[in-house]
């Protein structure tokens, strides 16, 4: 089983460029989740999903744009990657309910 | 007061040793309670849900107070491949994502 796939696993950015940080579960899950992830200060919410078509700011959404538009796929965009966005990115999916939240491998992102 | 809070440590046990990590909450509706390991550089995983009565598995042992909204984990017979960072995590009523402590990190040493 696959479970949350993110891509890529590791990138380098130059401030100002955008990318997008790719996310699929094949678990059929509603929730979908943005985390990062920086020394001392735990996992830190973005940005979540309720379910196809509905999306939801969480602790630290400025910077971070998503959507989901499929139940699989719940891609992450960076709009202008600053230094401060330097960090380990990490995409969970959940059922109904939140028993167990299942993790992506994380993408590691440096901004220079 | 944060949501969920841990002891960062670092605890650093010889092996055999039994270690105990201590959370708690501040969201009094909050229902459902785990905790989670992350090793090194890779994704946290479930380790274990958390019951009101108390449950056990294997050497692990976990224990909810509501009354104190405090969360433990005991570790007996502590193992090199216990070895890492151990988080509280807390459901928010309604349709919001987990939360998140930011972690108990544990060393076993020979």
């Known amino acids: 089983n696959a479970g949350v796939t993110q891509t890529p696993k590791f990138q380098v950015l130059k401030t100002g460029q955008s990318m997008t940080l790719q996310c699929a579960q094949d678990?059929?899950?509603?929730?979908m989740s943005w985390y990062r992830q920086d020394p001392g200060m735990g996992l830190r919410l973005i940005h979540y999903?309720?379910?196809?078509?509905?999306?939801d700011q969480g602790e630290v959404p400025n910077g971070y744009n998503v959507s989901r538009s499929t139940t699989e796929d719940f891609p992450l965009r960076l709009l202008s990657a600053a230094p401060s966005q330097t960090s380990v990115y990490f995409c969970?999916?959940?059922?109904?309910?939140?028993?167990?939240?299942?993790f992506g491998q994380g993408t590691r992102l440096t901004v220079v | 007061r944060k949501e969920v809070e841990q002891d960062p440590g670092p605890f650093n046990v010889p092996e055999g040793a039994t270690v105990a990590f201590n959370c708690t909450y501040s969201?009094?509706?909050?229902?459902?309670f785990f905790w989670y390991r992350q090793d090194c550089r890779k994704e946290p995983k479930l380790l274990m849900s958390?019951?009101?009565s108390g449950n056990e598995d294997g050497r692990f042992t976990a224990q909810l107070n509501r009354a104190s909204q405090y969360i433990s984990l005991l570790i007996r017979d502590s193992k090199l491949s216990d070895s890492a960072t151990y988080l509280c995590?807390?459901?928010?009523?309604?349709?919001?994502?987990?939360?998140f402590g930011k972690g108990t990190r544990l060393s076993v040493i020979a």
């Open positions: 958390v019951y009101s």
């Open positions: 999903s309720v379910g196809a078509g509905i999306t």
């Open positions: 969970a999916s959940s059922t109904e309910g939140q028993v167990e939240a299942f």
């Open positions: 678990m059929n899950h509603e929730y």
């Open positions: 969201n009094s509706a909050s229902q459902s």
């Open positions: 995590v807390v459901n928010r009523p309604g349709n919001t994502p987990l939360v």
